[in-house]
């Protein structure tokens, strides 16, 4: 099932081209803590884009690491995962 469309923005750049920047996808599973789960790059216009199969529950949230722009982290969003019903 896919999931996780994200857009980076800062002020004074929204609607313009800019470099590639390389963002971390990360997931925290229950009791656990946040883990690097798959490295992206940005496209021009700031967007990003992931798509999985997942078998649990978790949170995920984006980083950026200091270099083009400030580093940064993105809210955290819960991603539910529901059991199918046998039939």
């Known amino acids: 099932e896919g999931f996780g469309i ?7 750049v929204a609607g313009r081209q800019h470099d590639p920047i390389g963002v971390e996808l990360q997931r925290q599973l229950k009791g656990k803590s946040f883990k690097p789960r798959k490295q992206l790059t940005t496209g021009a216009d ?8 997942l078998k649990k529950t978790a949170k995920f949230r984006a980083t950026i690491g200091a270099g083009a722009c400030d580093a940064a982290t993105s809210p955290t969003r ?3 995962v529901k059991k199918k019903k046998k039939r």
Do not use: Q
């Open 78 to 80: 819960k991603v539910k």
């Open 46 to 53: 700031g967007t990003f884009s992931v798509s999985e199969k």
């Open 6 to 12: 994200g857009r980076l923005a800062a002020s004074g």
